[in-house]
């Protein structure tokens, strides 16, 4: 059974990147392939993303770079799809690049499922401060790695067991309230905040 789905950004995420460590050593985790990893197309995208969802109901899926605005994006469009939540690490400016500027605007509106944002204080695809917006304004918790790059493997990640860490925090997250969900000063764990509403 599928639980895990695995989104890559741009030009996808080959070996050694931790995404395709990721879908080597789990059999619960598959990286949802696309017709095109270096000249993306939006809706072709998504498409691919929702028809594994519709074979895999209930899966978290975790985005990464242009992998994280393609979830944020479905998860505003199709509400109706069954999420386990999103872990979106270093979500990328899709104005950044002329191959992704055709994914427009990212959502600024809440999302309906778990979410955990992860950034990166030099990220070059996003700046740290934009990040921490647009996890509040989706209401998700947010985990300031420091200065990680683009937390992919020009910066160093290749395996990244954290990351299964932060996934396997999902359904905690699901959890509270969002009442709850309030950053506390400080917060129990520095590295996760807690969305703001």
């Known amino acids: 059974?599928?639980?895990?789905?695995?989104?890559?950004?741009?030009?996808?995420?080959?070996?050694?990147?931790?995404?395709?460590?990721?879908?080597?050593?789990?059999?619960?985790?598959?990286?949802?392939?696309?017709?095109?990893?270096?000249?993306?197309?939006?809706?072709?995208?998504?498409?691919?993303?929702?028809g594994a969802l519709l074979l895999h109901p209930g899966a978290v899926l975790v985005g990464h770079s242009l992998g994280a605005v393609a979830a944020v994006k479905l998860l505003l469009q199709w509400p109706?799809?069954?999420?386990?939540?999103?872990?979106?690490?270093?979500?990328?400016?899709?104005?950044?690049d002329?191959?992704?500027?055709?994914?427009g605007r990212i959502p600024e509106a809440p999302l309906p499922v778990p979410t955990i944002v992860v950034a990166s204080r030099n990220d070059s695809w996003m700046?740290?401060?934009?990040?921490?917006?647009?996890?509040?304004?989706?209401?998700?918790?947010?985990?300031?790695?420091g200065h990680a790059g683009h937390i992919n493997v020009a910066a160093g990640y290749g395996p990244w067991p954290q990351g299964r860490l932060l996934r396997a925090l999902l359904p905690e997250v699901a959890a509270e309230p969002m009442a709850q969900r309030l950053?506390?000063?400080?917060?129990?764990?520095?590295?996760?905040e807690q969305p703001a509403l």
């Open 1 to 50: 059974m599928i639980r895990t789905l695995l989104l890559p950004g741009l030009d996808g995420s080959p070996a050694p990147h931790w995404q395709h460590w990721w879908a080597q050593s789990d059999p619960n985790a598959v990286i949802v392939e696309q017709a095109s990893w270096s000249r993306p197309c939006p809706d072709q995208w998504l498409t691919e993303i929702a």
């Open 183 to 192: 950053p506390p000063r400080p917060a129990p764990r520095p590295w996760l």
């Open 80 to 96: 109706q799809l069954k999420v386990g939540g999103a872990l979106l690490v270093a979500p990328a400016e899709p104005s950044r």
């Open 98 to 103: 002329p191959r992704t500027a055709v994914f």
């Open 127 to 145: 700046g740290y401060d934009r990040a921490r917006d647009l996890a509040r304004a989706w209401r998700a918790s947010f985990v300031d790695l």
